[in-house]
């Protein structure tokens, strides 16, 4: 193999590597983050199913902000600390990573047939910001856990929810109850538990036909 050969291969290489390892957002794309270990998302994920290998605990909305150069990315996500809150992307990839410091988070990405939602999916969630965290998974109290934020805000053509509500569960598979957790966390809340009422997770908008998983940043 001559020289330029070599180096063309070398170059060639490096850019197949570059794009492979790039990947820019799209507003509207959602990413979903497994937590580090904690009572609060174990106990999510121990009553909620992902897509592929995944076992998501928490998810959020991309913004993409042009006007700024280069462009600004955040995400659009509720969680307990501040409720409805707007993240730098960077701040957001590197809340839980892996031993090995890769963010625990994929992105998935609407049907190109529900690209005209995305418009609407950003306003109305920017709209909410300041809006207290939904402890209760109630729909009809205006608080909002992180997948009800993306079951309001994502609609088709009729207004209706792009991401399909179904009956919750707190019950483990094993012992066909409710977990301890689950029983004291509602406890303090002094309300009953919420079998069966309807509510979304990050798991099963993962499992969703309406996206795709398009990237792994682990």
Request: with cysteine; net charge neutral; proline share 6%.
């Amino acid at each position: 193999m001559t020289t330029m050969l070599k180096l063309l291969f070398i170059f060639t290489f490096l850019l197949c590597s570059t794009i492979a390892y790039c990947f820019e957002p799209q507003s509207g794309d959602i990413f979903f983050q497994e937590s580090i270990s904690s009572d609060f998302t174990d106990a999510i994920k121990g009553v909620t199913k992902s897509a592929k290998k995944h076992n998501f605990s928490h998810c959020g909305i991309a913004y993409v902000d042009s006007s700024s150069k280069p462009p600004a990315i955040y995400v659009i996500e509720a969680i307990p600390e501040t409720g409805v809150t707007i993240t730098p992307l960077s701040v957001f990839l590197q809340r839980d990573t892996t031993a090995g410091g890769k963010p625990m988070v994929a992105v998935g990405r609407l049907d190109d047939s529900l690209k005209f939602a995305i418009p609407h999916s950003i306003e109305y969630s920017m709209k909410l910001r300041g809006k207290p965290y939904d402890y209760e998974f109630d729909f009809d109290n205006d608080k909002y856990y992180c997948s009800e934020l993306l079951y309001f805000a994502f609609r088709d053509e009729k207004q209706q929810p792009i991401f399909k509500a179904t009956p919750m569960t707190f019950v483990d598979a094993k012992s066909k109850d409710a977990t301890d957790y689950w029983k004291e966390y509602f406890a303090k809340l002094g309300i009953p538990i919420p079998e069966g009422k309807m509510g979304v997770n990050p798991g099963g908008i993962s499992r969703s036909k309406c996206i795709k998983i398009v990237h792994s940043y682990y």
